[in-house]
């Protein structure tokens, strides 16, 4: 957790890397993850950078393993997962590895050829069977039709001098895409001016197209025709529409020949095709176990090469010069993988490191595990912090879950919620393995802690407001007296509570008397609990951001802001808000219905509890508070004179913090610029540690700079009126608490009465069946509405009160991420499905 109070401290430094070891250097930094590369050749076009054949070689290879890839995919060839990734080949293994694919990618090119043509083959020899079966049909009715013997005579003659009774026909019979048949019949209609006779017939069964191996349908069709010159005519609009012709004998005995030769050779293509297929499966098999490395290697090797063109070469072309951002504590680690990229070269002369002054920012760095991330992804969301800023994400992890419980406070659907969110971290290694294509379910995936500690938050708040789907539950005896059989007398469901004569006088142990759940008044009582509930950890959450600012101050060593700006703010929220929050406390604890019954003090008795709203608002308008009567204007002596005092002081306040910061900086402005530093250049690499001159330089990066005094007090003016009204809006702002979680409890109880009661009502068989009927609709409307859409919106609502409430008060988020160059990360964004 020490990490993740600011961000860690980062340093710049200097790579000197030979040149044999330059690979193997970035290999092992690019496996720790630990560094991010600033790019030293900016103004260098990307084509003329050093190692850019290099990339372009990796481009290539990419190339060959995209289309490997469609190839397998293509035949459902399964490829296996990767359980342990390789590292980057060595230069050497390059030439063995462009070698192997590119003879791979020819071989299966050309296995892929020989299937499309020996497919397209055995697609025109289906064709000519069905159009040899399929015309059949049409010879035989014009032979019945001329009273010929099909046997012995021709249906139609080629022969000029033959002349039949029909005269002189001619005919050609082809196969031709269904959804172009009727496209096809009206152009025949038009160039013939009806002097065509088509008959067609559909093939039952689709065919292969041999290119992409999708089903396309197709139609038998034969058009008679008379002359030669109509015929071109037909053959122009054949091909015009894609159709295949094949030339069809006109006497039966021809034909039957030829079907027997054609179902011979579609026999052989068959055999053929099936041990060409065979050998491709075979191909494509050992292929894809080793795909994944393969892509794998390619990616890495690419990156590698990529991060040398930020490189710069010294003068004398003997080394290669970087710079980069790493953190304080991964120096060694840096400096390992130096060392173990120049021993795997077996170079003679060491790779090292050094740490260089800088005036620029720091990228912010914190460092996460698995059950923060989804927390710091919160506060990234909004902005990443400045550098060495306070970080919520710390206290995020106990905040956000508590008001989201405050607004979703129902056991019921907590447990729910946390039996989601705790099977999903339990099945995390399994999710993790696959690669989830679904981005709203890796959406819940990424945040499954905080959807686990919502629920465990919301179980204890629904333990507090006793609320289980809607009912409560009796565990530590109610202390309300209630007459029901007067109230089953009267055939009434609910009765009115009334603290003077039914309550008992000493409270439910723990959280809401679970008789409240039979009072008429119910909705009375719980909107003023919740609403001072709310104001109540309002107060308090805005109060500890102000208290977070001073963490700050102390690090930037920024000591007069503590005077000028916290304290005045601290003041402020709390002689108006926090005054608030005591009053409900005293109400609470001073006036009580005990009193009336126990014949005390009729002053203090709840006749005489005043209204805390009522009392804020005549402070703040310097008014008396109405007398009642045998009451006290105010709830204790004395009281008068301290709201005078808090609303005087809290006045005081605004001028301090509208006027005291500019004029602090007119006073103490030096003319003398302040040198930022970023570390030590020796930086005591040699004894492996980090200099304590370093911590205090890191602070440097948020010195006011020189600018107009007119713009300071523009600036102050800003922020001192966004504060005041805030205060304000804030503290109101945090009443979302109190109406979604009425408004959720109100929702479950209409659910539970329209729904579920109504089918425990019905007596008998039928309802049984009924109650089945209605618990499925009240389980599927309780989990839709109730947990998912009820528990998106608090949980919007929470980031919102976290976003501009909490962090509003002490966080700037200015700064840039850490983007360290990281093998893990660079797959993990390859293998991410794309939109």
Known sequence: MGDMFRSEQMVLAQLFIQPEAAYFAISELGESGSVQFRDLNENVNVFQRKFVNEVRRCDEMERKLRYIEAEVKKDNVTIPD???????????????????????????????????????????LTELKHVLEKTQAFFNEQDEANGLDSAHKALITEDTHNVSIRGRLGFVAGVINRERVPGFERMLWRISRGNVFLRQVEIDKPLEDPATGNEIYKTVFVAFFQGEQLKTRIKKVCAGFHASLYACPSSLQERNEMLKGVCTRLEDLNLVLNQTQD??????????????????MVSKMKAIYHTLNFFNMDVTKKCLIGECWVSSKDIPVVQKGLSDGSSACGSSIPSFLNVINTSEDPPTFNRTNKFTRGFQNLIDSYGVASYREANPALYTIITFPFL???????????????????????????????????????????????????????????FVYNDIFSKSMNIFQSSWYINMTKAHALEIDQIDLNPSFDYAGTPYFMGVDPAWQLAKNKIIFLNSFKMKLSIIFGVIHMIFGVCVSVVNFVHFRKYSSIILEFLPQILLLCFLFLWMVVMMFMKWIMYSPVTDKMGGDVKFGSSCAPSVLIFFIDMMLFKTPEYVEGCNRYMFDGQELVQYVLVFGSLACIPVLLLGRPLFIKCTRKNKPHVRSNGDVNQGMELGEYPESQQNASSAHH???????????????????EYVLSTISHTASYLRLWALSLAHAQLSEVLWNMLFSMGLKVEGYVGAITTWALFAAWAAFTI??????????????????????????????????FQPFSFKTILEEESRPED
């Open 82 to 124: 990767v359980h342990e990734l390789p590292k980057a080949p060595n230069p050497r293994e390059i030439i063995d590895l462009e070698a192997h694919l590119e003879k791979t990618e020819g071989d299966i090119k050309e296995l892929s050829e020989s299937a499309v043509n020996l497919k397209s083959n055995y697609l025109e």
């Open 404 to 462: 989201f419980a405050v607004m979703f406070g129902d056991m019921g659907h907590a447990m729910i919620m946390a039996f989601f969110g705790g099977y999903l971290v339990i099945a995390e290694k399994k999710f993790m393995g696959k690669k989830g294509s679904s981005e709203i379910f890796n959406i819940f995936f990424a945040g499954r802690y905080i959807i686990l500690l919502m629920g465990l938050f919301s179980l204890y708040t629904g």
């Open 703 to 721: 010195e006011e700079e020189e600018e107009p005094m007119s713009e300071i007090f523009i600036h102050q003016a800003i922020h001192t009126i």
């Open 279 to 296: 050998h491709r499966q075979r191909v494509l098999v050992s292929v894809a176990k080793e795909l994944q490395n393969w892509s794998v």
């Open 784 to 817: 839709a509405i109730l947990v998912v859409m009820e528990g998106l919106s608090a949980f919007l609502h929470t980031l919102r009160l976290h976003w501009v409430e909490f962090m509003s008060k002490f966080y700037s988020g200015l700064g840039y991420p």
